[in-house]
């Protein structure tokens, strides 16, 4: 009786390896639960550099639809993170035509967050995002997703282009922001 009553006011979580497809396996909420808790910031942070806050989070919410819709669909062989950015990335190009938009720039955005209040820690974060905004599309998109941590590998298989042309989106993207921000100081 003690056990059942304790299990009441356990909540269940989970800590699986890769919750999308323990949620295609399963079914089951908590695993939905647990990808929105670990990827939703992250998430909403890369559609905030590409796309202003509004759009990120109608993105982010359509992602999340799209992943319950079609959860049958999760290769397990990708990584449940790079899986879903690769739906918000196609998503955000679905919207950017509908709207007949090829880039959104929006210089209100607040993308940085940080717990340290140093206004150099923070004027140094605000030139970097800055400059990020002022680069080509391709070249931004390639830099914020290596800058959210994903691989070259990876940031192909998001972007659906060969792994060569991320390097080399890289390069110009880094060359750029060193020009741009070696001006600003």
Request: glycine content about 2%.
């Amino acid at each position: 009786m003690l056990l059942a009553i304790k299990n009441w006011f356990i909540q269940d979580k989970t800590d699986a390896h890769d919750p999308l497809h323990e949620f295609k396996r399963s079914g089951e909420n908590r695993y939905l639960e647990q990808a929105i808790d670990n990827f939703n910031p992250d998430l909403y942070h890369y559609l905030c550099t590409q796309s202003d806050p509004e759009t990120a989070e109608d993105i982010c919410q359509k992602t999340w639809l799209s992943i319950v819709e079609k959860r049958q669909y999760y290769q397990s062989n990708h990584t449940p993170k790079a899986y879903i950015f690769k739906i918000a990335r196609n998503a955000l190009i679905d919207e950017f035509r509908r709207q007949n938009k090829h880039i959104c720039d929006s210089t209100d955005t607040d993308i940085c967050t940080q717990d340290d209040d140093s206004s150099f820690n923070s004027a140094c974060c605000e030139q970097l995002y800055s400059a990020i905004k002022e680069l080509p599309q391709a070249q931004k998109e390639a830099i914020c997703l290596q800058l959210e941590g994903f691989s070259l590998k990876q940031i192909a298989q998001i972007t659906t282009i060969n792994q060569e042309t991320v390097k080399t989106r890289l390069r110009y993207a880094k060359q750029q922001l060193k020009q741009i921000l070696g001006d600003l100081t």
